[in-house]
């Protein structure tokens, strides 16, 4: 039998009891009386919450006269953290912007932290290509908008019965967009560049991972 077969029937009641968690912020009566602290303390550890959790219960369960089994917790959340403090789990914690797993302990240190630098990197890497993303798309917005002042103008300067100090104001208008509409041009296409050789680190991050 493999390791995934044998923890198959505990994985699946661990998610049993994270759905009844997630249902609500205490424990019941209900819940109280039929916990299962072992399975409790693994959703937990899974999860990477701190061990003083055990505490929210003792006090939800106290109003009913239920004591959780510490032991049993303590036993099944330091399984739950071996799932948890894996390099594979840091650096997609690393890499989706969250904060670093402190409830890890030291003989995972080395291996975790090297796998959530990597997965921090990648966010890093990924959040810079967004901003510039961003930025490209203002700036193509502002473009627009410069380009269809431009085009009003110009459609102005050819109507029928203009005056002449009306039209001499419009090409003043019109000349002075045009070096606007320029920098603009330059400050997107800089832009794209920085973009794709962002994208480039990016995808070479993500393609030197091993995780």
Same mark, same amino acid.
């Given at each position: ?8 029937? +505990? ?12 249902? /609500? ?10 916990? &299962? ?10 999860? #990477?919450? %701190?061990?003083?959790? =055990?505490?929210? @219960?003792?006090?939800? /369960?106290?109003? $009913?006269?239920? =004591?959780? &089994? ?11 953290? +071996? ?7 840091? @650096?997609?914690? #690393?890499?989706?912007?969250?904060? @670093?797993?402190? =409830?890890? !302990? ?19 890497? !990924? %959040? ?6 961003? +930025? ?15 085009? $009003? ?6 109507? &029928?019965?203009?005056? %002449? ?6 090409? *003043? ?9 320029? &920098? ?8 794209? $560049? ?16 091993? *995780?």
């Amino acid at each position: 039998m493999t390791l995934i077969e044998k923890r198959l029937p +505990l994985l699946c009641a661990a998610l049993m009891i994270t759905a009844v968690l997630q249902g /609500c912020a205490t424990l019941n009566k209900e819940e109280c009386l039929v916990a &299962d602290w072992r399975l409790i303390g693994y959703q937990d550890g899974v999860a #990477g919450k %701190s061990a003083s959790m =055990v505490g929210s @219960y003792r006090e939800d /369960c106290a109003k $009913h006269a239920v =004591v959780p &089994d510490l032991a049993a917790y303590q036993a099944g959340r330091m399984e739950g953290l +071996l799932e948890y403090c894996r390099p594979d789990n840091g @650096y997609r914690l #690393g890499e989706s912007g969250k904060g @670093y797993p402190v =409830v890890c !302990s030291s003989t995972t240190e080395v291996d975790l932290r090297a796998a959530y630098e990597a997965g921090r990197d990648v966010y890093l890497a !990924s %959040s810079e290509v967004n901003r510039t993303h961003a +930025l490209v798309k203002k700036q193509r917005q502002l473009l627009q908008s410069l380009e269809h002042e431009r085009e $009003h103008k110009l459609s102005e300067l050819v109507m &029928d019965g203009i005056r %002449s100090e009306q039209r001499v104001l419009l090409l *003043y208008q019109i000349h002075e967009l045009e070096p606007e509409i320029a &920098d603009v041009e330059a400050e997107i296409s800089a832009l794209e $560049h920085e973009l794709q050789d962002q994208r480039a680190q990016l995808d070479q991050l993500r393609r030197n991972s091993s *995780y």
